[in-house]
């Protein structure tokens, strides 16, 4: 009777162990052919030299040589700079405020050719100033009394619209995030996630590190982040971090504000001159400004970067790559600057729409408040209103956890039956029944032929 029972056992075990292998290779191949998860992304595409802020489809529609840039005033309207009164008309049948000025765009874009070509002068900067209707050259305190001079002579060649300032401080990049990264180039902040499709990334300044700079969430070198895959300066100033382990994790829609604080991102689009921006670093935290302008070209020490954001919001070493934002729109990530937040400066952002159009990557943003997909929502650009500078806010709240993936992220994972980890599980486990059931048939029928034997022999 008990050696029945002992059959019976084995059988089912053998049957249990069949049928788990049969079913753990039926998980993996499921798994294998479904597609993989994609976090809510926001694709954006744009010409390089498509005109941005809230009147680029007037700017657009009248042309270079009939006007001079857009920006938002104090009450939140827009205003077209135009150079003749047919295309003042056309901005106000539009519903936008126009404003004669002398110069047109087509002036501008001549200007910053001419000194462009100039012998460069690291510690320089120029703008083109839509407001002012002026091209802004301005030397921080590292250029010499002769190097100025002689910009000062190319700009006399350009015209009376080209402004000489000199300001305080020195143009550097802001090298030393909202969360912290660290390598052996130095210190930088977390940008925003993108994506590939198949793989997740952190978005941020290009001059903090090159191709294969390795990084890590501590000092001591134990956590690490990911690897740079790709990036771009001087010239422009943007970098790829891919994840140690592909994903971003968590909340990889929210930028940290401080105090285990984030703003959920919702879309991504390029700023407007005049528009209430803020900045998230790893070193001074959240701070708010407003754009001043834009197409701007920075002579850094390392080499030069053109097609920049500038504002007046503050940043210090360590805010390099961090997060540049207004009502949870995306709009770029800190390139350099002058001043600290102490006695304020001068920022510039690298611009995130050229940004993802050249990596080909998409921006990740948050869900919403009740757990929905937040819906894309980048500014305007159409002719009409905007919200007045002072109203505008970082955007939703939300929690924010630390940048390196959640210990459980792995059991969830494993755990995920779109993933092949319960599959494998399953296999192993059948497969440790199944020899097992054999070795102890093995075991008691070895037993079983060493009693008879010794019976016989007595």
């Not at 015209?159 to 300001?167: L, S």
Request: net charge negative.
């Amino acid at each position: 009777m008990r050696h029945a029972r002992r059959r019976v056992v084995r059988r089912v075990t053998r049957l249990a162990a069949v049928g788990g292998l049969l079913l753990g290779a039926t998980m993996v191949t499921r798994a294998v052919a479904s597609e993989p998860q994609v976090p809510e992304a926001v694709p954006f595409s744009a010409a390089e030299d498509t005109a941005t802020g809230p009147g680029a489809g007037l700017v657009s529609k009248l042309g270079t040589s009939r006007t001079a840039g857009s920006w938002i005033n104090a009450e939140g309207r827009t205003v077209v700079a135009v150079t003749d009164e047919e295309a003042a008309a056309e901005v106000r049948e539009a519903g936008a405020e126009p404003k004669m000025v002398r110069h047109s765009m087509d002036d501008f874009k001549s200007a910053t050719k001419t000194l462009s070509s100039a012998p460069r002068v690291p510690g320089t900067a120029w703008v083109m100033d839509y407001r002012s209707n002026e091209v802004v050259v301005r030397g921080d305190s590292t250029v010499s009394a002769d190097d100025w001079s002689e910009l000062t002579d190319v700009a006399d060649g350009i015209g009376g619209f080209v402004r000489m300032e000199r300001t305080e401080g020195t143009f550097t990049t802001r090298l030393n995030g909202a969360q912290p990264i660290l390598s052996t180039a130095g210190r930088c902040s977390a940008g925003f996630n993108v994506t590939d499709g198949k793989r997740e990334f952190i978005l941020t300044a290009g001059h903090c590190g090159p191709d294969g700079s390795v990084w890590f969430a501590d000092e001591r070198a134990r956590q690490k982040v990911g690897t740079t895959v790709g990036s771009s300066f001087p010239g422009d100033d943007y970098s790829l971090i891919e994840y140690d382990g592909g994903r971003a994790g968590e909340g990889a829609g929210v930028v940290a504000i401080g105090g285990g604080k984030g703003i959920r991102i919702t879309g991504v689009a390029d700023p407007k001159v005049g528009q209430r921006i803020f900045r998230s670093g790893s070193t001074s935290g959240l701070r708010d400004g407003e754009v001043t302008a834009l197409n701007a070209t920075v002579n850094y020490p390392e080499g030069t970067v053109s097609g920049l954001i500038e504002s007046n919001v503050c940043a210090e070493p360590g805010d390099s790559g961090g997060p540049m934002f207004s009502e949870g729109i995306a709009l770029g990530v800190t390139s350099g600057g002058s001043g600290d937040c102490r006695t304020g400066g001068t920022t510039y952002f690298q611009p995130l729409t050229k940004a993802l159009t050249q990596l080909d990557v998409r921006l990740i943003v948050a869900p919403g408040a009740d757990g929905d997909a937040a819906a894309p929502s980048p500014a305007p650009s159409d002719a009409g209103g905007a919200a007045a500078p002072d109203s505008a806010s970082p955007g939703s709240s939300a929690p924010v956890r630390g940048i390196v993936p959640d210990p459980s992220t792995l059991l969830s994972r494993l755990a995920d039956p779109q993933n092949v980890g319960p599959g494998l599980l399953v296999i192993g486990g059948s497969l440790v029944a199944l020899v097992a059931s054999r070795w102890i048939r093995a075991e008691q029928e070895r037993k079983a032929y060493r009693r008879h034997y010794s019976a016989t022999w007595g």
